[in-house]
């Protein structure tokens, strides 16, 4: 049997499991080995260069899948250019009560409303601690406890545990599931958070002799005006980027199914179209100089082109792994590179921006 036969046969067998159980027993196959390393020949014409970090393709595993941080390396073995745990609050708690994680298999959506659900700042650092090498561009996702008397605290301390382990951070304002977090997109309250986010990694900058990147996440269903202050917020504090989009409320365009009112965040193919108009107008918005990492939909070399052709440096997937398992991360880096060969394009940089106005202009 092919290796490709046998994941066509896992997958079918993981999809006949609850959500979560097969999310959880996707992760005990990465620990246990059982899914060996897919990286092939890479093609220098898809790595990306920002920050002081050199990312050997632009395709990243988006937060929420490892949040605990046990399988980073496991999934830069299969082919992912960088990975991104948490999101992580400093205290463990156990999220929503379940179920709380729905597939939606004839829109090739899911719908999760997880609540942060994660072991803590302990654990994961431990963890991370432990890995066999610190090769591998791993972010770290930092959040907030869902009774924190302090929200802005939960963040400004995910910045001093792991400012000397991170690649990366981001700042997740925008997850539906805990109440209240996205009213911290809010202008007011992102100013005060940003404000102590940058100051905690200025500080730790001095300690440890890097400066690590911040980066914003952000929801694609603000409006335009809140989208114009949270971009004005992220160049007046000196963020480094950002993330668009974490997951909808919106239900538009679903095909009815039974489960598509369940509460919570929808991701995968239904969310590509917001995703990458809001992707589209924040890169108007701030100018062709912020990174800007694009997530939402993508399932498809063709969709991962079309993000970067509206603005997008980088880019982050998760939900289309539960329709078309891990091939897909090979199977989008070559469709990657042979669009590129089509356009006679030297590199993903000549195609950013392409068509970017085109999508700015359309409605979310």
Known sequence: MSFRLFEN??????????????????????????????????????EVKLWDLAFP???????????????????????????????????PQPGNPKPRVFRLPGDEGVINRYGFNNEGHEALRSRLDGRRSLKGIVGINVGANKDAEDRIADYVAGIYWFADIASYFTVNISSPNTPGLRDMQARS????????????????????????PVLLKIAPDVADEDLTDI????????????????????????????????AGGLSGRPLFHKSTVMLARARKLSGPDLPIIGVGGIDSAETAFEKIAAGADLLQLYSSLVFKGPALVADILNGLSNIL??????????ARDGKVEEWAAKTP
Not at 23 to 38: D, F, N, V, Y
Not at 193 to 208: F, Y
Not at 341 to 350: A, H, I, S
């Open 341 to 350: 060969d089509k356009q006679g394009l030297g590199t993903l940089r000549d």
């Open 57 to 91: 393709n632009p395709v990243g595993m988006a937060a929420g899948f490892d949040k605990n941080g046990e399988v980073p390396d496991a999934l830069l073995d299969l082919g992912f250019g960088y990975t991104e745990v948490g999101s992580v609050t400093p205290r």
């Open 189 to 212: 309250v992102l100013a005060d958070l940003l404000t102590g986010v940058i100051s905690a990694r200025d500080e730790s900058t001095h300690k440890i002799g890097r400066r690590v």
């Open 231 to 262: 971009v004005e917020e992220v160049l007046a504090k000196n963020v480094d980027g950002l993330i668009v989009s974490n997951t909808t409320v919106s239900r538009e365009g679903l095909s009815g199914s039974p489960r598509d009112q369940e």
């Open 9 to 46: 046969v896992a997958l079918k067998g993981l999809q006949c499991l609850d959500a979560e159980t097969a999310h959880r027993a996707t992760i005990a196959a990465l620990k246990s080995g059982l899914m060996p390393p897919r990286k092939g020949r890479p093609d220098p014409r898809l």
